[in-house]
């Protein structure tokens, strides 16, 4: 009886994997002795592939599908192996099996900012983030390479080696997309595609292809973000100089007028709150009193009216601002030489 048991145990044997919860990339199939009979039935469902390893050595691949595991089905173990002897193990061998579906939502991004070259700004530091879905397409490839002999490689083991190789990549696929940054913000399904296209062959070297990527914010960091809104705004009032100083004296306003009402100000801070807004309304004077005689005295009254409200400090402080924004490439040799010309003009 005990003899007829045995028998009848090797031929109902089913070798199969449901995926109990998520996040398992491989398992092995936990066989007593670890032993495989001929004859047993192997079950490889749907979004799983199955890898027979026979003394360490890789035999065959199963796609979905029911097997009967005999000398037809297995010839590459046949031929590692003889199967004559119908009831006893003439072998020991392993099956491993793999989920190929996807593993959606897996999260990518910066820690730090990158440095990367510009086309508009020379050099910028930003920053990135976004999502991307990969499966198993070479299980072989796969097992060799990155889960071996494990009992089960789960999705999480994986996650920081891809996010590494994602972010290694971002630097060539933004050269390969010959975007500039503000171009590339603005195009993010481009620089996505980018990506992708330079992860493939990555990816394909430990058997995993890359379904979908998607990069979800494209943005500078804090501090070159202010000096880029600050280039926009110059950018609106171009080179007129008058303008330029309309602009910076309507941005210190506002924080003057703060510190002034939480009384943190102190006569000093009163004191600069109100030169700023005298400055402000001699600007605005003379545009009206231009506006009002038309022409050409439009164009003289400016040239008479600029000295009064401006003195050789205040000169220097934006020559030094200027001086700054050229150092950090907001502004060209040639516009800072403009601007430097005009405002000593101030002073004669």
């Known amino acids: ?9 090797q031929f109902i044997d089913i070798l199969e994997w449901t995926e109990e919860g998520d996040g398992q990339l491989a398992w092995r199939y936990p066989m007593a002795g670890m032993e ?3 004859g047993g039935t192997l079950v490889v469902r749907e979004s799983q592939m ?20 005999t000398t037809q089905t297995l010839p590459v173990l046949t031929y590692l192996k003889n199967w004559d002897k119908l009831f006893q193990s003439p072998f020991k061998s392993d099956v491993y099996f793999f989920s190929t579906r996807q593993q959606i939502d897996q999260k990518w991004g910066t820690p730090q900012p990158i440095t990367i070259r510009d086309k508009d700004f020379g050099a910028v530091r930003l920053r990135a ?11 072989k ?3 060799t390479e990155i889960s071996g002999t494990r009992d089960s490689y789960p999705v999480a083991d994986l996650e920081g080696q891809l996010r590494g190789l994602v972010l290694q990549n971002i630097s060539n696929a933004i050269a390969g997309s010959g975007l500039p940054f503000l171009d590339l913000a603005a195009n993010q399904v481009m620089f ?12 394909a070297k430990i058997g995993l292809v890359i379904e979908s990527l998607t990069v979800q914010n494209v943005s500078l960091p804090e501090e070159l973000q202010k000096i880029l809104d600050q280039k926009i705004g110059m950018g609106m009032v171009g080179n007129d100089m008058g303008k330029f100083m309309q602009y910076q004296t309507a941005q210190a306003i506002p924080k003057f007028a703060e510190g002034a009402g939480n009384g943190g100000g102190g ?16 600007v605005l004077a003379q545009n009206l009193q231009a506006g009002l005689q038309g022409g050409g005295a439009a164009a003289q009254a400016p040239a008479a009216a600029a ?15 200027l001086g700054e924004l050229k150092a950090k490439g907001i502004l060209t040799p040639e516009e800072f030489d403009a601007k430097k010309a005009e405002l000593l003009k101030k002073l004669v």
């Not at 199955?50 to 595991?69: H, M, R, S």
């Not at 983030?129 to 299980?139: H, K, L, S």
């Not at 000295?307 to 601002?321: F, Q, S, Y």
């Open 1 to 9: 009886m005990a003899l007829m048991d045995f028998i009848k145990k």
């Open 36 to 38: 495989i009979q001929n």
């Open 50 to 69: 199955a890898v027979f390893v026979n003394e360490g050595q890789l035999a065959d691949v199963f796609g979905p599908g029911t097997y009967k595991l």
């Open 129 to 139: 983030f976004g999502n991307y879905a990969y499966r198993i397409a070479d299980p």
């Open 141 to 143: 490839l796969f097992h």
């Open 192 to 203: 996505a595609d980018a990506l992708a296209k330079e992860l493939a062959p990555v990816f």
């Open 267 to 282: 006569i000093a801070g009163d004191a600069m709150g109100l030169g700023a807004g005298v400055a402000l309304g001699q």
């Open 307 to 321: 000295p009064v409200g401006v003195k050789p400090e205040d000169v220097m402080a934006t020559l030094e601002k």
